[in-house]
C-alpha cells in the first residue's frame, strides 16, 4: 500500500484549467481538525503542481508529532465545486478495457495478497465519485474495506470523505456511527468521549488500568461510548470477546462494564489458557447468573458477526486501525506508548487535574 502511495506522487494527471484555486488556510484549518490530536503536532498541506482524480485540487499533506507513533503522510484532495474533501491514499488504477471492477480488484489484491470481491456503486457521489466496497473472507464472515473510485475510473481512493462546511468532528462522528456503541454517563454533557478498543490487545489493557478510574469518578461530567474495535488479524480471541461483549451489553447490560473489566484485568491469564474463549465466555456468563443459551444464541448469530465486522469497517473508514483509540469531542487521540499526553487531555476536556 505504501508503494503504491508514493507511486501515485510521481503519476498525476496534468492539472486541469478549469480548476479554482482554493484557500490555503482554510483547507489548513480543515486538516488539522481532521487529523488526529498529537503532542507537539504540526500540519502541513503542499499544493501538488499536477492533478489526480477528476474534479479534485491534490495536495500533500503531512502530519508530524514528537510523538513518533503518531503522525502520517498522505493526500488532501479539494473540489472546488462541491466543497467535498478527501483525506486519502490514492492508488492509479491500470488503464485498459477492463471493467473497472477488475482493475481495482487487481490494486487491492497486489496490496493485501488476499482474494477480493469488488462492488462499485451503480449511482454516484457529488462530483462524480462512486463508492466502492472490496471485501474479503474471514472466519467471522466477509469483511469490507471501503473506498471511492473518480469519475475518470482511473483513480481509487481510500480514506475519509467530508466537506469544508462541515465540522470534521460531525463528519467522523457519523461515519463511526455511535449507535452499536455500550454508553454511559451523562447523556446530557457537552463532554462526548468515545473508546475503540480491542479485548486482546496489551496496550488497551494499560490504557483501560489508567483510564477507567479517570472515567469512573467524572460519569456525571461525560457522555462516554465504547465501541469494539477487535484486531482480529492479529488477535485470535479479541472478536470472540467483542461477541461476548455484545451479547452481554443484551442480555444483562448491569454486567457490561464488570464484563469489560474482567476481560481486560485476565487478559494475560486468557492467553496463557490457549483455550477457545468460548470456556472463559460461559465461566463468566455463569459466575454471574447470567442466562447462558441467550448470549451464546447472540455470539454464535452470522448477523451479530456481520455487525461487527461493519462496526470495524466504519473505524477502518475512517483511518482508525489501531487501538486504543479515544474521540474526545469529535477529535481522534491515539494513544502511544504509555498515554501521558492522552491521558492528559482527557483530564483536560472533563476539566480534573
Known amino acids: ?15 486541469c484549467a478549469s480548476a479554482q484555486p482554493a484557500d490555503l488556510p482554510t483547507l489548513r484549518a480543515y486538516a488539522t481538525k481532521a487529523m488526529p490530536r498529537c503532542p507537539g503536532a504540526t500540519v502541513t498541506l503542499e499544493a501538488l503542481p499536477n492533478a489526480g482524480p477528476a474534479g479534485f485540487i491534490p495536495y500533500g499533506l503531512t502530519h508530524t508529532s514528537s510523538d513518533s507513533t503518531c503522525g502520517k503522510k498522505t493526500f488532501f484532495l479539494y473540489s472546488p465545486t462541491s466543497q467535498q474533501i478527501v483525506i486519502a491514499s490514492l492508488f492509479p488504477l491500470p488503464k485498459d478495457s477492463r471493467p473497472a471492477a477488475d482493475r481495482v480488484a487487481e490494486v487491492v489484491m497486489e496490496a493485501l495478497k488476499k482474494p477480493v470481491k469488488v462492488n462499485i456503486a451503480p449511482f454516484p457521489l457529488p462530483d462524480g465519485l462512486r463508492a466502492v466496497s472490496m471485501a474479503r473472507d474471514t472466519p467471522y464472515g466477509s469483511f469490507a474495506y471501503h473506498g471511492f473510485l473518480d469519475a475518470t475510473q482511473n483513480w481509487m481512493m481510500v480514506g475519509s470523505r467530508g466537506n469544508l462546511r462541515t465540522e ?18 451523562n447523556p446530557k454533557s457537552k463532554i462526548k468521549i468515545v473508546e475503540l478498543s480491542d479485548f486482546q490487545c496489551p496496550t488497551c489493557a494499560r490504557a483501560h488500568k489508567k483510564v477507567e478510574p479517570i472515567i469512573a469518578k467524572n460519569l456525571g461530567k461525560i457522555d462516554y461510548y465504547r465501541l469494539d474495535l477487535p484486531l482480529f ?30 476481560v481486560f484485568d485476565n487478559q494475560e491469564s486468557i492467553d496463557e489458557a490457549k483455550q477457545p474463549f468460548e470456556k472463559t465466555l460461559r465461566n463468566f456468563v455463569e459466575d454471574h447468573d447470567i442466562d447462558w443459551s441467550k448470549v451464546e444464541k447472540i455470539t454464535k448469530s452470522p448477523a451479530e458477526s456481520a455487525a461487527l465486522l461493519e462496526q470495524v469497517s466504519r473505524a477502518f473508514d475512517v483511518g482508525i486501525n489501531s487501538t486504543p483509540t479515544y474521540i474526545v469531542n469529535g477529535q481522534v487521540m491515539g494513544f502511544g506508548p504509555e498515554g501521558t499526553y492522552t491521558i492528559e487531555q482527557l483530564k483536560k476536556a472533563i476539566g480534573v487535574k
Open 1 to 15: 500500500m505504501k508503494r503504491l502511495l508514493i507511486a501515485t506522487t510521481v503519476a498525476l494527471l496534468p492539472l
Open 168 to 185: 470534521p468532528s460531525q463528519s467522523l462522528l457519523e461515519s463511526v456511527n455511535l449507535s452499536s456503541a455500550v454508553r454511559r454517563g
Open 233 to 262: 488479524d492479529h488477535h485470535e480471541w479479541a472478536a470472540d470477546a467483542a461477541l461476548g461483549a455484545r451479547a452481554i451489553a443484551r442480555v444483562a447490560p448491569a454486567k457490561y462494564w464488570t464484563y469489560v473489566n474482567f
